[in-house]
T-cell receptor, first 113, second 114 residues
Framework: EAQVTQNPRYLITVTGKKLTVTCSQN?????MSWYRQDPGLGLRQIYY???????DKGDVPEGYKVSRKEKRNFPLILESPSPNQTSLYFC????????????FGPGTRLTVT | AQKVTQAQTEISVVEKEDVTLDCVYE???????LFWYKQPPSGELVFLIR??????QNEISGRYSWNFQKSTSSFNFTITASQVVDSAVYFC???????????FGGGTRLMVKP
């Protein structure tokens, strides 16, 4: 089944404790991206990657890191999480060309206390 | 820069009513793509439709229809004879052809009461 998976789905952590949210897709998509969803703000793009070893900042990259060492994986790293990073996070992927429809993962709800 | 505005933050209707969700976008690009996504209470994001800037033909899919008007930079979504299962948050989004990012509106929460 074609899908984007994220782990963990739920995470409660404390300020300053490094964490990684994994994202994997099995559709051989070139493009992958991370979004955060906050009430009233919709989804805002954090980082995206156009292919292996090619990443770029989105609208809200501060406090986040990403890497793209393999085509299928695109982990999101919070080196020192803060309470303002409490949010719902989505990973997405799509082919580089075509319809530009993005396939979203199930979401990761992160709480930073 | 691109911008998408969904002015209606919440709409409440009674089942079988028709409801229109508004989406207004801003871009200087002439080639772009508009999307609607649905987020049911379970939280996942479900793709509904994509529309190209050069195709202003309206589209109907069952009870759903979309009205794209470049003259007013709007891409509105109408649900006919709403059902409780339509209760969700709906997002409008924009991607310009020359760009790599997808810009979302703030979303409209639709509540359909029995």
């Amino acid at each position: 089944e074609a899908q984007v998976t994220q782990n963990p789905r739920y995470l409660i952590t404390v300020t300053g404790k490094k964490l990684t949210v994994t994202c994997s897709q099995n559709m051989n998509h070139e493009y992958m991206s991370w979004y955060r969803q906050d009430p009233g703000l919709g989804l805002r793009q954090i980082y995206y990657s156009m292919n292996v070893e090619v990443t770029d900042k989105g609208d809200v990259p501060e406090g986040y890191k990403v890497s793209r060492k393999e085509k299928r994986n695109f982990p999101l790293i919070l080196e020192s999480p803060s309470p303002n990073q409490t949010s719902l996070y989505f990973c997405a992927s799509r082919p580089w060309t075509g319809t530009y429809e993005q396939y979203f993962g199930p979401g990761t709800r992160l709480t930073v206390t | 820069a691109q911008k998408v505005t969904q002015a209606q933050t919440e709409i409440s209707v009674v089942e079988k009513e028709d409801v229109t969700l508004d989406c207004v976008y801003e871009t200087r690009d002439t080639t772009y793509y508009l999307f609607w996504y649905k987020q049911p209470p379970s939280g996942e994001l479900v793709f509904l439709i994509r529309r190209n800037s050069f195709d202003e033909q309206n589209e109907i899919s069952g009870r759903y229809s979309w009205n794209f008007q470049k003259s007013t930079s709007s891409f509105n979504f109408t649900i006919t004879a709403s059902q409780v299962v339509d209760s969700a948050v709906y997002f409008c989004a924009l991607k310009v052809h020359a760009g790599n990012m997808l810009t979302f509106g703030g979303g409209t929460r639709l509540m359909v009461k029995p």
